[in-house]
């Protein structure tokens, strides 16, 4: 089994979002950066594969140098080998064209990614990879078994849950339900002390389309005061669910 | 010039959020001064009365091997359809089976994909648009560098008219391939009968605050008499509380709703991630320093046990009157 990992670099779940440059750049200053949480589950994931089947883990990643930390992270954890493609991933399509451009090149039987990045929630990367390299791709993965070339999968629906089978290679797009949140590896002392001899491979990114471009951004509007009913008073939130907000 | 807007139909049947988008592309299209063509798949409704929502005309695909869906398929059937009719903008609506297709629609046509679109474009020549990212804490300005582009659309962002106009309709003979290999789907587990939380115009949620599962039947109720979606936050599906269907935030699912009632939940930053985009916040807790009564537009600080029974009968009653 030759799995591959796509993971993105993102800024903590708790941190402030704060745009400068003329709301024209996030502002990462103070800001720490994690693995994005659905590529955790897929990490787990491959290294569930890895046990019971054998195989080899890569994890990749568009980016600059600053998401090494990132990367050396998944090595500790369990992963194999780590490629850093050597780009500003600004652009889906030019991300997801770079991965595949990679994974073309190294027969994967499984690609595995996360459902979206929690910084610019795309959602787009991992469709973007299937289509490229012509392989299923399955969205919103919660379950993957595999028995002989025939996989199992299990992807959440709008208020329900599809299984689907299918023959490798693939690529699916997890969140949590694909591992359990406890069963999440996390970097022990041998696998750090491991990690610094695997290789990180630097590639340099080839000149790819873009097909967007981030002008500026904006916060959302505050809040105004929030109004206080009185607990013995509940028919006065009512009264004003149905005249003032108008939602009943 | 014209837009095509993908109308999905679930067991042959509309969804709310297909209007929608149907809507989106029609105003779109007057923008861009372009024609509004609907596509349907194995839709089992009349599709003329995608007119009312202001496509001029539908084209069908009506095909045994398209009678479930695969995002592959579905997709290659929709490009068929934007090549044939010459569309460089594809509409989608972001539901579960939208994100599987988008990405894959916006690769194979070298086109822009634009995901968690919320409002029509600023402008369409260059064509400018704002999405949601950052977890709603943002909105991010979009250029799209190609003319040909995909349009995800969240659902629940706008509100659709209703016109006095049908569409039009034609069929589209539309074979599958069979080259690539493909998934097949086993089976599809349902919850029947509960409203769609991504839909939902109207949702009711509980947190930890709630003490355990067997007191689920008065968050139950209450959704029941609003005619509300149910939700939890994280722990109290990672305990087993609730499906994991029903957690929303940063990690679980996004909600844009009416109305989101929010009992007993603390409003950690990444809970509030996946609610805040809810246009009226109503916040019960016993403590008044919560932080989600900052991110409230109502609030009552008071025990849910005594607050909830009183708010059902309270809503009850008001509902007998009119
Ligand atoms: C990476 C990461 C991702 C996360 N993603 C998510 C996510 O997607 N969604 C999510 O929800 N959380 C998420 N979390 C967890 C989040 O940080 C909070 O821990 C969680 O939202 C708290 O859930 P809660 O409000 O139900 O519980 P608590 O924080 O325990 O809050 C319970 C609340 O109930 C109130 N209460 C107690 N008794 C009563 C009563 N009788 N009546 C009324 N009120 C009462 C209390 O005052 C308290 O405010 C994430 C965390 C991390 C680290
Ligand atoms: N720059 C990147 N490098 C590697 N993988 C990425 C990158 N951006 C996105 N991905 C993968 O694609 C998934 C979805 O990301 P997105 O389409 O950006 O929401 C992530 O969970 C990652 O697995």
Same mark, same amino acid.
């Not at chain 1, 600053?66 to 991933?89: Q, Y």
């Not at chain 2, 995909?150 to 080259?179: C, G, K, M």
């Not at chain 2, 087993?240 to 029903?246: A, I, K, L, Q, V």
């Not at chain 2, 403590?287 to 537009?297: G, H, L, S, V």
């Given at each position: 089994?030759?799995?591959?990992?796509?993971?993105?670099?993102?800024?903590?779940?708790?941190?402030?979002?704060?745009?400068?440059?003329?709301?024209?750049?996030?502002?990462?200053?103070?800001?720490?950066?994690?693995?994005?949480?659905?590529? #955790?589950?897929?990490?787990?994931?491959?290294?569930?594969?890895?046990?019971?089947?054998?195989?080899?883990?890569?994890?990749?990643?568009?980016?600059?140098?600053?998401?090494?930390?990132? &990367?050396?992270?998944?090595?500790?954890?369990?992963?194999?080998?780590?490629?850093?493609?050597?780009? #500003?991933?600004?652009? $889906?399509?030019?991300?997801?064209?770079?991965?595949?451009?990679? $994974?073309?090149?190294?027969?994967?039987? &499984?690609?595995?990614?996360?459902?979206?990045?929690?910084?610019?929630?795309?959602?787009?990367?991992?469709?973007?990879?299937?289509?490229?390299?012509?392989?299923?791709?399955?969205?919103?993965?919660?379950?993957?078994?595999?028995?002989?070339?025939?996989? !199992?999968?299990?992807?959440?629906?709008?208020?329900?849950?599809?299984?689907?089978?299918?023959?490798?290679?693939?690529?699916?797009?997890?969140?949590?339900?694909?591992?359990?949140?406890?069963?999440?590896?996390?970097?022990?002392?041998?696998?750090?002390?491991?990690?610094?001899?695997?290789? &990180? !491979?630097?590639?340099?990114?080839?000149?790819?389309?873009?097909? !967007?471009?981030? &002008?500026?951004?904006?916060?959302?509007?505050?809040?105004?005061?929030? !109004?206080?009913?009185?607990?013995?008073?509940?028919?006065?939130?009512?009264?004003?669910?149905?005249?003032?907000?108008?939602?009943? | 010039?014209?837009? @095509?807007?993908?109308?999905?139909?679930?067991?042959?049947? /509309?969804?709310?959020?297909?209007?929608?988008?149907?809507?989106?592309?029609?105003?779109?299209?007057?923008?861009?001064?372009?024609?509004?063509?609907? @596509?349907?798949?194995?839709?089992?409704?009349?599709?003329?009365?995608?007119?009312?929502?202001?496509?001029?005309?539908?084209?069908?695909?009506?095909?045994?091997?398209?009678?479930?869906?695969?995002?592959?398929?579905?997709? *290659?059937?929709?490009?068929?359809?934007?090549?044939?009719?010459?569309?460089?903008?594809?509409?989608?609506?972001?539901?579960?089976?939208?994100?599987?297709?988008?990405? @894959?629609?916006?690769?194979?046509?070298?086109?822009?994909?634009?995901?968690?679109?919320?409002?029509?474009?600023?402008?369409?020549?260059?064509?400018?648009?704002?999405?949601?990212?950052?977890?709603?804490?943002?909105?991010?300005?979009?250029?799209?560098?190609?003319?040909?582009?995909?349009?995800?659309?969240?659902?629940?962002? /706008?509100?659709?008219?209703?016109?006095?106009?049908?569409?039009?309709?034609?069929?589209?003979?539309?074979?599958?391939?069979?080259?690539?290999?493909?998934?097949?789907?086993?089976?599809?587990?349902?919850?029947?009968?509960?409203?769609?939380?991504?839909?939902?115009?109207?949702?009711?949620?509980?947190?930890?605050?709630?003490?355990g599962p067997e007191n689920w039947t008065m968050v139950e109720e209450l959704a029941e008499v609003l005619g509300a979606a149910t939700a939890c936050s994280k722990p109290v599906s990672d305990i087993g509380w609730r499906p994991h269907s029903e957690h929303v935030g940063q990690t679980g699912i996004a909600i844009n709703p009416q109305l989101y009632i929010a009992i007993g939940i603390s409003g950690a930053i990444q809970?509030?991630?996946?609610?805040?985009?809810?246009?009226?916040?109503?916040?019960?807790?016993?403590?008044? *320093?919560?932080?989600?009564?900052?991110?409230?537009?109502?609030?009552?600080?008071?025990?849910? /046990?005594?607050? @909830?029974?009183?708010?059902?009968?309270?809503?009850?009653?008001?509902?007998?009157?009119?």
């Amino acid at each position: 089994m030759k799995i591959l990992v796509c993971i993105s670099h993102v800024p903590d779940t708790t941190s402030k979002i704060v745009f400068k440059n003329d709301l024209t750049e996030f502002d990462a200053s103070g800001v720490t950066f994690v693995m994005n949480p659905y590529d #955790e589950f897929g990490l787990t994931k491959a290294m569930h594969i890895k046990e019971s089947l054998g195989g080899t883990i890569t994890v990749a990643n568009v980016g600059l140098a600053v998401t090494e930390s990132t &990367l050396r992270k998944a090595l500790a954890i369990g992963a194999d080998d780590a490629v850093r493609i050597n780009a #500003e991933p600004t652009d $889906a399509s030019y991300v997801a064209g770079l991965l595949a451009e990679y $994974a073309g090149t190294q027969n994967f039987d &499984l690609i595995i990614t996360g459902r979206e990045s929690i910084d610019y929630n795309g959602g787009a990367v991992p469709g973007m990879i299937a289509a490229h390299l012509n392989i299923p791709f399955v969205n919103a993965c919660i379950g993957f078994d595999l028995n002989a070339e025939q996989a !199992t999968m299990i992807r959440e629906i709008d208020g329900g849950k599809e299984t689907l089978q299918g023959k490798l290679p693939l690529l699916i797009a997890g969140q949590k339900g694909l591992v359990e949140e406890k069963d999440l590896r996390i970097p022990a002392m041998r696998g750090i002390m491991m990690a610094r001899k695997k290789p &990180l !491979t630097v590639l340099e990114a080839s000149d790819r389309e873009k097909h !967007t471009n981030v &002008l500026d951004y904006q916060l959302p509007e505050e809040k105004g005061a929030c !109004t206080l009913i009185d607990a013995d008073d509940v028919e006065q939130l009512v009264q004003l669910l149905h005249s003032e907000a108008k939602v009943i | 010039m014209t837009i @095509l807007v993908y109308a999905e139909s679930w067991d042959g049947k /509309f969804k709310k959020s297909s209007f929608e988008a149907v809507d989106y592309a029609a105003k779109l299209a007057k923008q861009m001064g372009a024609e509004t063509t609907a @596509l349907t798949i194995s839709a089992k409704e009349d599709v003329s009365q995608l007119g009312k929502y202001g496509a001029q005309s539908v084209r069908t695909i009506n095909n045994q091997a398209l009678e479930t869906f695969n995002n592959q398929s579905y997709a *290659d059937a929709i490009i068929a359809v934007a090549n044939k009719i010459n569309a460089d903008t594809v509409i989608i609506s972001n539901t579960s089976n939208g994100k599987a297709i988008a990405p @894959l629609i916006a690769a194979k046509r070298k086109a822009a994909l634009i995901t968690n679109v919320i409002e029509l474009p600023e402008s369409v020549s260059p064509f400018t648009i704002v999405r949601k990212t950052f977890s709603s804490k943002a909105i991010a300005r979009y250029q799209t560098l190609s003319d040909k582009k995909v349009i995800s659309i969240t659902a629940n962002s /706008f509100e659709y008219n209703e016109r006095e106009q049908l569409a039009t309709s034609e069929a589209f003979d539309y074979v599958p391939e069979d080259a690539v290999q493909k998934l097949t789907s086993i089976s599809i587990n349902k919850a029947t009968g509960k409203i769609g939380l991504t839909e939902a115009d109207l949702v009711v949620s509980a947190g930890r605050g709630l003490k355990g599962p067997e007191n689920w039947t008065m968050v139950e109720e209450l959704a029941e008499v609003l005619g509300a979606a149910t939700a939890c936050s994280k722990p109290v599906s990672d305990i087993g509380w609730r499906p994991h269907s029903e957690h929303v935030g940063q990690t679980g699912i996004a909600i844009n709703p009416q109305l989101y009632i929010a009992i007993g939940i603390s409003g950690a930053i990444q809970h509030l991630a996946g609610v805040n985009a809810s246009k009226n916040i109503v916040v019960i807790n016993t403590d008044p *320093d919560a932080p989600f009564f900052k991110a409230a537009d109502y609030g009552i600080v008071g025990d849910a /046990f005594e607050v @909830l029974p009183k708010l059902i009968s309270a809503i009850k009653s008001y509902k007998a009157v009119i």
